[in-house]
């Protein structure tokens, strides 16, 4: 059940952020500020849905990755299913793997600059 509930949280949250984003960022309508207001109009009511009121639970001291691996996802695959099928996938491959490096990369500083905080490194 754990396993749905998080399908289900991810997928709400997805489709959210897919269909009412765009006109929060419209740079003619609403300027910079457009992102801020779907932020905390969109996004904030998410993570409320999903992390506070626990429909998405993760054990204490795991290691996930938060609504934004679910909403790409679903950002994908409701494109690839609404317009141009397997095209709209491939297309999007070269940049999911350009995203799955810088975050390899990422996380392999970190660890980086952890273990070296441990060991009490200074600058």
């Known amino acids: 059940m754990k396993f749905f509930r998080g399908v289900l ?3 709400i949250a997805g489709m959210i952020v897919m269909s009412v984003w765009g006109p929060f960022v419209q740079v003619e309508s609403f ?3 457009g992102g801020w207001l779907a932020a905390f109009a969109i996004i904030g009511p998410m993570w409320f849905m999903n992390h506070f ?9 795991s290691t996930f ?3 934004g691996l679910g909403i790409a996802l679903v950002g ?7 317009y141009d099928g397997v095209a709209t996938f491939m297309a999007a491959v070269p940049t999911m793997l350009l995203v799955a ?4 990369l990422g996380g392999f500083a970190a660890a980086k ?4 905080m ?3 490194g200074k600058a």
């Not at 009121?53 to 001291?61: A, M």
């Not at 490096?101 to 390899?104: E, I, K, M, Q, V």
């Open 118 to 120: 441990a060991k009490g």
């Open 65 to 67: 990755v938060d609504m």
């Open 31 to 33: 300027g910079i500020i």
């Open 101 to 104: 490096l810088g975050a390899s």
């Open 76 to 82: 994908i695959f409701r494109d690839v299913f609404l």
């Open 113 to 116: 600059v952890s273990a070296d």
């Open 53 to 61: 009121l626990g429909l998405i639970h993760h054990e204490e001291g």
């Open 9 to 11: 949280g991810y997928m």
